[in-house]
């Protein structure tokens, strides 16, 4: 349709151009006319560009929007006029502040900015598909930085800019200020008949202009779903819900706007089905700027719980009696049916009756109080057709009349007759109710031959036109036809059309009225029904009904008889008849092979599209290679030349065929082929082959490298040259990309077009001292220049060949590479390190000073040292505490961090080296010693490591404080009358052991007979605790070591022993505190007479003793149960809940539960208990998660309280119950490790190791693990890795970078890459199994694996051999090798000697002695030094 239209101004602009032309002279007159057309020629030239040249397009719903905060969202965006793929990417983005903050994309997961990314991730915020090119963004809950500038973006496929890419609309958030609330009685009880009035306050106090919709609900206990009564809708409508809408005719329902803001709702005449919860719920509503309106916010008042009883009439009440009448005789279709229903009343002054007619228990028809017909269902529409009537023929006779009955009438009728009175409202209500006595109605069809047979197909496809023959024998009057049709089997028949017997077609259906549909009547009596281009909502079922007609005697023509028949059929879619299948035999080939696809199309015959689309490896998007439509219009969308095309026309199917002559490793990916089936221009269907992976392999690669020396040695401040050459390759016009790597790490590499860059590696140093060159062709040389220690290391040759394909990209084959290790030695050193071992007694609390030094260190300003202090405890691992560098610099590896910040590092001259460790500990004993590395600076001013040394141990002790706490002990007695009084504890401490020390003072309280339990706690951080609930206890501190506690009102539950415990903390470290000791005071006997005479209800609380084994992590019940005599209002009890530990002398209270019902928990742990009182004389407690430490007994105390005289509580007698001895048993410890032990040797430096820690069992599901791996060396093991069971990782390895990893829970792995002489040793680890506890961790297990020993080989290293004279040659030849070449050597040197001294210049070494270095000797490529 594009070219046409092109084509069309094509000529346009031809004609207009031929007119001006032809024009010859013109006068001025003519001159502007055909300057006129000129412009109208312009005009179609613009507007052929525009139809010529699609452009891009993309729209977003208009704006500005405003929503609702918290409530869904949805906005549409869709593009138009593109090219490339039919599906579409969107991006969403919000601009706020003039910047633009990603939101979602189609395409991309990580798109969204930190604002979004977790509403994305949880699909708060998602984006829904409607179409290749239409999307919806959706927000489920709205946030008001939600609101902004908004905008959609679609990324380009059309392969240049034209249009537009971005469309953007304003979100405004507005705040919620929608209420929908009743507040009237929350429950209502009524009978039937009664009027109901409800109301429900409505109101939004938005600055928009929005509507608001409310909508009155009931919810009965057998309805699944609310039922919706009457809606008062946005443009003030009514709308009633199913089920209410002939009461809202009949003026028994409605719903009226009061003022502003209330919806009442009134049902004059309650009925029993009404019965339920009844709320409103108000929509608010707003006009969009495209017109539409959108709901943006809702709301739902509380409930009114309604009640309808049914009507009891009462003895004294006028009664009345219904009876009901009809035809006896039998009845045939056609004939009239009369049902009348009379009524007989007694006592019944000016009544008024409601009459309705029931067949089946159904209603027919219904004549009000007032006398309003009521038609009920399917009886209307005879009603409308003057089919039946009910009138009410008497004062009290009521007649239903149908005139032209069927079979289908037939039945059992009833008259249900209501008695009603009039409200004052005008409103009837409903008093009593009686039933006529029912009577079947039987109806017999005429006698008649007619048969009716359908015939038709059981299937059509889509668009054929479909047919259906009703063939009808046996008839003797003129007939009729009915065609129905019906969908599904669950929905009733609606009608197509009819053919009337006197031939005219009438009653198309609503559906049909726009199509091609005719019914035609064959003399043989046949009907035939036509639906031309059939669609699949044609399926179903269709049923003709066939009438005969007959002339009465009156000249009209009736219906004699009526049969029908029905039968289904399925119209099936194009798309389900059509097959698209996409296969080849060349989907494996080497690049320039051929390849070749078939989709095969399979179905109706029509016309046919086809679009071939490529999606890359690892890419999502699909490109289109070309399109056919279903005219023959080829459009290409990948380079012409790199594709055939051909199509197959075959008897059973259609196939196109795609040809890639010469394939590319950018042709490797999937395709699929996409049909497009079209009727009359009109698609039908569009269906996708199965996609098909096409691989395009690169060939095998023959290239070969010459073989590295493995290892090379030299002398620094020489040049090492290294080469690498290619022996053989692929092909003759290969390429190559060299790479030098040192380790792991790249040192430099040269791309395909010989350009040289430095890696990573090379520094900013040493990218002056290498150069790499190629020799010859295919020979590449690598110099690094005036060597050093710190040169040394595996030297790798990477190469990769390069080859192209026929598209031109280049593409690489299989890498190879080879490995030469570099030794770089200097002159040994005499460094050492002072080793004698010493022993440092120091007090808890004071500073710890620890030394070591450098032996025969002078003032040489060459040197500098690095540092690193090692702390061991009871010959365990070896930990680091700090490094110091020694450019300075200086590193806390401290495991502990409250120990680093006690650690001081000084250096009071070269060589000496201090650590001071502030208020010493007890876990500050053990060992100590340091590892030193003198650096020596060159004549180049670089810094090069030497070899290191440590020092001796210093054996460390810490002497804790001796406990000298003393309490005053001296015991008391007090006898107490007035109970007005109060009672002061008093806790003197007489002496201390620190003046830094602080103090915990307990209170507590007992009986002679009973365990003490705590009353009053001060913390020695000064926080205060009391286990009283029902009294204020006073606490006071006169002196530093004298504390008070006064127990005031006391009365006789205060009897008992009281005595107060000390506990004396000091502080070791920060956050870290150690009790020194604890003492306790004597006791205050206190007795309290009660002067006043409450009678005393004897009670007794269960005194039997119980045990409870428990297994950690369980929970476990105690009970507590009162005996008492009788039941008594005025008596009330008091329960406290005590629990002595195995570790403590004193209970402690875990909960009060006061006489009143009120329930205080008086320990940290509160939320592990769980109280109760399921009788009045039962009190249970429930311990959640148990542990280790809940183990010991519990007892409940009880208190009785007595209502007095003036209306007050007072305590009368206490009881106590026995013990419930708890016993929490640990989990049993089943942590186990590997321990298999290994061997590994090692001669591929470049080669790394793992040492695997594998966990085979564990104690519990719950368990956490922390695993450190160790190096064993001579002072002990040495911890390299710990990762803590918090995941946490932590190296103490500063000079290469260990490697973590977990494959399985209980699988554990470090690697140690890149490994040299000094990794030799035995490696393992150890596991430490951590249980969570009620509110902390502890450790519970521990156990090690077995030990892997590493060896590593390096050249020279003596191999163990049986042969002595194999050994012996071994030796013997490699030395006489060795002299020869240290003879060429010397005469060498000592030829140049003189010439080569006169080119180089003098070297300040580290040693105060200028020497003259050296000639700098040049090794030829295989050449090494043996040392």
């Known amino acids: 349709m594009e070219d046409f239209w092109c084509r069309l101004w094509h000529l346009l602009l031809l004609l207009c151009l031929t007119g001006l032309l032809q024009g010859g002279r013109v006068n001025d007159d003519k001159m502007q006319f055909l300057g006129e057309i000129f412009k109208i020629c312009l005009s179609n030239?613009?507007?052929?560009?525009?139809?010529?040249?699609?452009?891009?397009?993309?729209?977003?719903?208009?704006?500005?929007?405003?929503?609702?905060?918290?409530?869904?969202?949805?906005?549409?965006?869709?593009?138009?006029?593109?090219?490339?793929?039919?599906?579409?990417?969107?991006?969403?983005?919000?601009?706020?502040?003039?910047?633009?903050?990603?939101?979602?994309?189609?395409?991309?997961?990580?798109?969204?900015?930190?604002?979004?990314?977790?509403?994305?991730?949880?699909?708060?915020?998602?984006?829904?598909?409607?179409?290749?090119?239409?999307?919806?963004?959706?927000?489920?809950?709205?946030?008001?930085?939600?609101?902004?500038?908004?905008?959609?973006?679609?990324?380009?496929?059309?392969?240049?800019?034209?249009?537009?890419?971005?469309?953007?609309?304003?979100?405004?958030?507005?705040?919620?200020?929608?209420?929908?609330?009743?507040s009237g009685s929350p429950s209502q009880s009524l009978s039937e008949g009664d009027p109901l009035q409800l109301e429900c306050q409505v109101s939004s106090q938005t600055y928009q202009h929005t509507h608001l919709s409310v909508t009155w609900f009931v919810h009965s206990e057998e309805d699944e779903n609310p039922r919706p009564i009457i809606t008062l809708n946005k443009d003030l409508t009514v709308k009633t819900g199913a089920g209410f809408e002939d009461r809202y005719h009949a003026g028994v329902i409605s719903m009226d706007k009061v003022e502003d803001t209330t919806y009442r709702l009134k049902m004059s005449q309650l009925q029993e089905s009404d019965q339920g919860k009844f709320y409103c719920k108000a929509i608010e509503w707003i006009q969009d700027p495209d017109r539409s309106w959108t709901q943006i916010a809702h709301k739902t008042s509380s409930a009114c719980n309604v009640e309808v009883k049914q009507i009891e009439v009462a003895p004294d009440v006028g009664s009345f009696t219904v009876y009901m009448k009809a035809l006896k005789g039998p009845l045939l279709v056609g004939d009239a049916l009369d049902i009348q229903c009379s009524v007989k009343a007694q006592h019944l002054p000016g009544h008024l009756f409601s009459v309705t007619w029931l067949k089946n228990q159904k209603n027919v028809a219904q004549i009000g109080s007032s006398g309003m017909l009521t038609v009920f269902d399917s009886y209307k529409e005879r009603e409308n057709a003057a089919e039946m009537r009910a009138v009410k023929i008497s004062h009290t006779d009521y007649l239903l009349t149908i005139r032209s009955a069927t079979t289908e009438d037939q039945g059992q009728y009833q008259c249900?007759?209501?008695?009603?009175?009039?409200?004052?409202?005008?409103?009837?209500?409903?008093?009593?109710?009686?039933?006529?006595?029912?009577?079947?109605?039987?109806?017999?069809?005429?006698?008649?031959?007619?048969?009716?047979?359908?015939?038709?197909?059981?299937?059509?496809?889509?668009?054929?036109?479909?047919?259906?023959?009703?063939?009808?024998?046996?008839?003797?009057?003129?007939?009729?036809?009915?065609?129905?049709?019906?969908?599904?089997?669950?929905?009733?028949?609606?009608?197509?059309?009819?053919?009337?017997?006197?031939?005219?077609?009438?009653?198309?259906?609503?559906?049909?009225?726009?199509?091609?549909?005719?019914?035609?009547?064959?003399?043989?009596?046949?009907?035939?029904l036509e639906i031309g281009a059939s669609t699949t909502s044609d399926s179903g079922e269709y049923r003709c009904v066939v009438s005969e007609w007959t002339v009465q005697s009156n000249g009209e023509m009736t219906k004699a008889n009526t049969q029908s028949q029905q039968k289904a059929i399925s119209v099936n879619s194009v798309e389900s008849q059509m097959t698209v299948t996409l296969k080849s035999r060349t989907t494996n080939v080497n690049i320039n092979s051929s390849v070749e696809l078939l989709c095969t199309v399979k179905g109706p015959k029509v016309s046919l599209g086809v679009r071939w689309m490529f999606q890359p490896p690892n890419s999502t998007v699909q490109r289109n290679i070309l399109s056919i439509s279903h005219t023959g219009e080829i459009s290409w969308g990948a380079d012409q030349r790199n594709y055939q095309l051909s199509v197959q026309i075959q008897p059973s199917a259609t196939v196109f065929l795609l040809i890639v002559p010469r394939a590319s490793k950018q042709q490797e990916g999937q395709y699929q082929c996409q049909v497009d089936a079209y009727q009359k221009d009109v698609q039908k269907a569009m269906k996708n082959s199965n996609p098909l992976a096409v691989t395009v392999r690169k060939p095998e690669s023959k290239l070969s490298l010459s073989k590295l020396k493995p290892r090379l040695e030299t002398t620094a401040n020489t040049d090492a040259v290294i080469e690498c050459s290619v022996l053989t390759t692929t092909t003759d016009t290969s390429r190559f990309m060299i790479t030098w790597m040192i380790g792991s790490q790249m040192l430099l590499t040269m791309d395909l077009d010989a350009v040289v860059k430095f890696g990573p590696a090379a520094g900013p140093e040493k990218d002056q001292r290498i150069r790499m060159e190629v020799r010859q062709k295919q020979t590449f040389q690598l110099t690094v220049r005036q060597v050093r220690t710190s040169d040394s290391g595996p030297y790798r040759c990477e190469v990769d060949e390069w080859l192209q394909d026929p598209l031109g990209d280049w593409y690489s084959l299989k890498k190879q590479s080879d490995t030469t290790e570099l030794v770089v030695r200097e002159k040994a050193s005499d460094f050492r390190m002072n080793k004698a071992n010493s022993q440092l007694n120091v007090k808890e609390g004071e500073q710890l000073m620890l030394s070591c030094s450098v032996d025969g260190i002078g003032s040489d300003s060459a040197l500098r040292y690095s540092l690193t202090w090692m702390f061991n405890r009871d010959q365990s691992s070896s930990v680091t505490l700090l490094t110091y560098s020694y450019d300075g610099r200086l590193m806390f590896n401290s495991y502990n961090s409250e120990l680093e910040g006690r650690l001081h590092f000084s250096s009071p001259k070269v060589g000496v080296f201090h650590l001071a460790i502030h208020r010493a500990i007890q876990e500050d004993r053990g060992r100590y010693y340091c590892q030193v590395q003198p650096h020596q600076l060159d004549c180049k001013g670089h810094w090069t490591p030497k070899a290191s040394d440590k020092s001796g141990y210093t054996n460390v002790s810490v002497q804790l404080i001796e406990n000298k706490l003393h309490v005053h002990k001296e015991d008391q007695s007090l006898n107490i009358t007035n109970v007005q009084e109060g009672v002061t504890i008093d806790c003197v401490i007489d002496s201390r052991s620190s003046d830094k020390s602080v103090f915990e003072v307990t209170w507590s309280r007992g009986q002679r007979n009973e365990l003490p339990i705590i009353i009053f706690n001060a913390s020695r951080d000064g926080t205060l605790h009391s286990a009283i609930g029902d009294k204020d206890l006073v606490f006071r501190r006169p002196k530093a070591m004298h504390y008070k506690l006064t127990v005031p009102n006391i009365n006789p539950t205060d009897t008992g022993l009281y005595y107060c415990q000390v506990a004396e903390w000091i502080q070791t470290a920060a956050n870290k505190w150690r009790r020194i000791g604890e003492d306790k005071s004597g006791e205050l006997s206190v007795h309290v007479e009660n002067e006043e005479s409450l009678e005393q209800d004897s009670f007794t609380v269960d005194s039997t003793h119980k045990s409870l084994d428990i297994k950690e992590g369980e929970q476990f019940e105690l009970e507590c149960s009162l005996n008492v005599e009788k039941e008594d209002p005025t008596r009330h009890y008091a329960l406290r809940w005590v629990f002595n530990s195995l570790k403590t002398s004193s209970g402690t209270s875990l909960l009060l539960y006061s006489y009143n019902g009120h329930l205080q928990y008086l320990t940290e742990n509160k939320d592990r208990l769980r109280f109760s009182r399921p009788t009045s004389s039962i009190f249970n407690l429930v311990v959640l998660n148990s542990d280790a430490d809940d183990s010991g007994s519990y007892q409940c105390r009880v208190d009785q309280y007595q209502l007095d005289c003036e209306g007050k509580w007072k305590p009368t007698t206490q009881a106590q119950s026995g013990l419930t001895v708890v016993n929490v048993r640990s989990i049993e410890s089943k942590l186990s490790v590997m321990k298999e032990n290994k061997m590994l040797n090692i001669t591929n430096l470049q080669a790394g190791f793992t040492v695997d820690c594998v966990i085979d069992?564990?104690?519990?599901?719950?368990?956490?693990?922390?695993?450190?791996?160790?190096?064993?060396?001579?002072?002990?093991?040495?911890?390299?890795?710990?990762?803590?069971?918090?995941?946490?990782?932590?190296?103490?390895?500063?000079?290469?970078?260990?490697?973590?990893?977990?494959?399985?829970?209980?699988?554990?792995?470090?690697?140690?890459?890149?490994?040299?002489?000094?990794?030799?040793?035995?490696?393992?680890?150890?596991?430490?199994?951590?249980?969570?506890?009620a509110d902390n961790w502890k450790k519970f297990a521990s156990d090690k694996s077995g030990e892997l020993s590493v060896h590593v080989h390096t050249e020279g290293d003596p191999e163990k051999s049986s042969d002595p004279l194999g050994a012996t040659l071994g030796i013997t030849i490699p030395l006489i090798c060795f002299l020869v070449l240290v003879i060429i050597f010397l005469l060498k040197r000592e030829h140049k000697r003189n010439s080569d001294l006169k080119k180089k210049k003098a070297c300040l070494w580290a040693e105060n002695n200028p020497l003259t270095p050296l000639p700098e000797v040049t090794l030829a490529a295989g050449d090494h030094f043996e040392s």
């Open 45 to 182: 030239v613009t507007l052929h560009t525009d139809l010529c040249h699609g452009q891009r397009q993309v729209q977003i719903q208009e704006g500005p929007l405003y929503r609702v905060q918290g409530y869904p969202i949805s906005i549409s965006c869709n593009v138009s006029g593109f090219k490339g793929p039919s599906s579409q990417n969107f991006e969403f983005m919000v601009k706020k502040s003039n910047v633009e903050i990603n939101m979602i994309s189609t395409e991309k997961e990580n798109f969204a900015y930190a604002m979004f990314s977790s509403r994305v991730r949880g699909k708060d915020i998602e984006i829904e598909r409607l179409s290749g090119s239409s999307v919806l963004l959706r927000i489920k809950k709205l946030l008001e930085e939600d609101a902004g500038e908004l905008f959609c973006h679609t990324p380009n496929t059309d392969g240049e800019y034209l249009g537009s890419y971005e469309a953007g609309t304003t979100l405004n958030v507005i705040k919620d200020t929608l209420v929908a609330s009743y």
């Open 416 to 528: 249900e007759v209501w008695q009603e009175n009039m409200n004052d409202d005008g409103t009837f209500r409903k008093i009593q109710k009686q039933l006529s006595g029912p009577e079947t109605v039987s109806i017999t069809a005429k006698e008649s031959d007619l048969t009716v047979v359908m015939v038709m197909k059981d299937a059509v496809t889509e668009g054929d036109t479909l047919q259906v023959t009703c063939s009808v024998s046996g008839f003797k009057g003129p007939l009729s036809v009915s065609w129905q049709h019906k969908k599904d089997s669950g929905d009733s028949f609606s009608d197509v059309i009819s053919l009337t017997h006197e031939g005219v077609m009438k009653d198309i259906g609503t559906r049909y009225q726009s199509r091609h549909v005719q019914t035609l009547h064959s003399p043989a009596g046949n009907f035939t």
């Open 1257 to 1333: 069992s564990q104690s519990s599901d719950n368990s956490a693990f922390e695993v450190t791996w160790f190096k064993v060396q001579e002072e002990g093991p040495l911890a390299i890795f710990t990762a803590k069971r918090d995941g946490t990782l932590h190296s103490a390895i500063n000079d290469k970078y260990l490697v973590f990893g977990r494959p399985l829970a209980t699988h554990y792995k470090l690697t140690v890459p890149q490994i040299n002489p000094t990794d030799v040793g035995q490696y393992y680890c150890q596991v430490e199994e951590w249980l969570p506890t």
